[in-house]
Each structure stands twice: as C-alpha cells, then as structure tokens.
C-alpha cells in the first residue's frame, strides 16, 4: 500500500468502524465460532508478494468480525466491561500515526509530560491524596507484578536483582482467597513462588480476616520466614470481594510491609465520591492499580498505577545501559524504568482526549447509571421464585443462581446453573459468565458498556427468565 493511499483507506475503516458499532447490536454478543474455524480461513504462511488493499479489506470484512466476541456490544454482561469510547480510538489512531515509542523523556517528550498530566488527573479524579505518582502500565497484571518486584527488592534491601533469591529466607506475600489471578502470576514470575503467597481466609463480608492475617505473618516470623507484603483487593472479579483496606494497612504498617491494592475493575467508580467508603483507607497504600480500559472507556490496554514512593518502583526496574542513558534536564522522567516494557505506546494521548471529550460529569452519570440498573436487575430476580441472588450487588456485579422447586439436589443444582450459561450465549441476545462462590456454580451479572441504555436490563430479564425455564 503506498502512502499516499492511506487517506483513502483510513476512511474506509473509518466507515467501516461507524457501520459496525452502528449495527453491533444485530451481532450475537458472544463469537458463535467453533475452535479452528477461523485459522482455517488464513493461508499457512505470509505472501510473497503484495494484495492490494481491497482484497485486505474484503478480508476483514468477512473472515474477522463473526469471529469476534463483542465487547462493544450494549448486552455484553460478562466478565469485566473492555470499552473503546469513540474519542480514544480517535487518539489511538493519531498515537499510532506518529509510531511514538514513549521509553524515554528524550524519545517522545509530549508523551511523557502527558502521561504525567493524565496520571495526575486520573489521581485528582478518583480522590486520591497528593503525594501518589504514578505510571500508565499496559495491564493490571503488570502493575501487581511491579508491585510485587518492588517487595521483593525492598524486603531483601535491593540485592535479589543482584544476587538471585537462593540464600535468601522464603519472602512471603499475603492476600485474600479472593483475589485475582494476577497475583498468584505475579508470584511465579517474581520467582517467590505460589507456595509463598499465602491466602488468607475471607469472613462473612467476603473481606480478609485481619486476625488470621496476623497470626499467618506472627507464624511466618516464627519460622523463619521474611514477610514482604500485602495485596488488597478492591472489587474482586468472582463477586467484587473488597477487603477493608484501612485496617488491612494499618496492621501492614505494624509490620513495614509494602501494600498493593488491586482495584482493576472497582477503581474506575471512584470518580464517583459516594462509592469511595469501598476503599476507604486508600491513602494508606503504597501502590494502586485501577484499569480506564476497564470501565472509563480507555480503549486496551491503559492501567492506571499509583504509587506513593517511586523511588523504590524504579530502584527495583530501572536498567541503564549506555545506550540508554540521557542527558536531559535534571528531574526527567523516563517511564520505561517504571515497568517491565522498554518500549512504550502512548498511552496518554486517549486518556487525555477521553477526559476531555466525556467529562467527568459525563462518566459519572455513565457509571451510576450502571450501578442502579444492575441494582434494577437484581431486585426484579430477586422477585422471582425460582431465581436467589446469591451475592448483592458491589457496584454493577452480582451473582445469582436459577433455582426452581423441581430440583433440590445440589450437584444437578450446578449443572443447571452452569447449562444455562451455555444456552444463554448460545442464544445470542445477551452475554453472561459463570463463577464459583463457596463452591457453587453462580451466574455473574455485570453492566458496564458505554452505550448501553435501560432498555438491555428489560432484554437481559426476558432472556435469562425464558432460557432458563425453557431448559427443563
Ligand atoms: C481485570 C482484573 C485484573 C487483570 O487486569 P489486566 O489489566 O487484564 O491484567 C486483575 N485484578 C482484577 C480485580 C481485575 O478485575
């Protein structure tokens, strides 16, 4: 493709992203594909020579979109939410024009200065006090791993990078039986291993058990063990399990330990004041990580991550070859010694333009509105015999089982449960994930798509009552 096509196509995909989320409501939410189907359609090796553009499009247009789950569609309830708010793509689209690399200062000023701006914006945004930094990382993931690089380092007085961890104590990280993923990740990559990351039991509020968390550090101190830190969980994906972050710190602190909060999902509500009692105590926490690709409509991938002393972040991450090093002005930031990523997408460019173009305000409204109709949802099964809500809403997320009289046994309770999942998405209309909690099979129900409106709460009523009693 010559350069001085690329208008011409540019508005090609332009026309055709409009059409697509014009239309995207006639997709079923979930890919309706089976495994292979896809790669079948894709030649075994690149060609030589080169297609023209047409035919690439045409391509597109055919093979990709009906294999795509769509996570732009209104009745996407699964998971978390993935948005690409129009002002953001546009951005991403001027970003990707300038193939910026965002490493250095020296390699993309304006990025980083941005990137300065929009972390502090996002900080102001969310009611966090002065004195957090920050840094735009691809992913929550990678926050909780440079989180827990950075116990690691601190805790063995920043010698591991050095030395390796053999002749080092078993360092020890605690966190909730409900926390994500991520952190038992984190954990194998760090090399402390899924051994040393000790889940702490969770009460009857779905928070860690405080009291089990001293003993499990007191225990640990006994045996000889190095206690390095805690992650706190804030809106957990299972059911939004939040732990009580202010005493969680404080016990912390008792201990000189580094606290990470993970609230991927959940943090991006905070820009609404009255949600903030969820983590109230957060300014007591060294690290924070939220995702505006999750819920404020940054599209992938844009993790927020705060931290209080970036001192010990890029003591722990910072590599300076020769090659690298800039003479700048004093007090430059280069945002690769932040991450694990030398190269660096320009993440700020679609924060920035987002901000602007919803306002607060504007996503405010969004997220309440989100919160009261997954509330709506709740309470209409709630009315429904043969539906319990198994755990209330936390913000838009709850879980719920289908639970008719005929059946009583549990284990074809959970069979149920777990089909009608499957004939929900095979359906189409409407997108919906399954869970355990307390070692049943839930249902999860989130709302959190840009567009979606109250009219999908009535669809993901009609859907999810009629499948399910279809189903005996
Ligand atoms: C989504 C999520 C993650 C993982 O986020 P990525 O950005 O995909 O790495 C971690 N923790 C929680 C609570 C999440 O909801």
Redesign the pocket.
Known sequence: MKKTEFEKWSSQATRWSTRYLNEIENYPVRAQTFPGEIAAQIPDAAPDEAESMEQIMADFEHIIPPGMTHWQHPRFFA??PSNAAPAAMIAEQLATSMAAQCMLWQTSPSATELEQRMVDWLRQSVGLPEGFDGVL????????LCAILTMRERTLNWESNQKGLSGFPHLRVYASSR?????DKAMWIAGLGQENLVKIDTDDEFAMDEDKLRAAIDADIAAGHKPAGVVI?????SMGATDRVRKVCKLAQEYQLFTHV?????GSAMICPEYRHLWDGIELADSI?L?P??WLGASM?C?AHFIKDPASLVRTMAIQPEYLKTYGKDGIVNFSEWSVQLGRRFRALKVWFLLRAYGLNGLRTMIRNHVQWSEKLATLLDAEADFEITTQPILSLFTFRYIPASVTDPDTLDELNRNLVTAINDDGRIYLTQSIHDGVNVIRFMCGQFDMQESDIDVAYDVIREVARALE
């Open positions: 998971y978390f990382q691809d992913t929550a993931s990678t926050a909780t926390t994500h993923s991520s952190i969980c804030v809106g957990g994906t993970d609230a991927a999902w959940a990580v995702n690709h999750k991938e993790s």
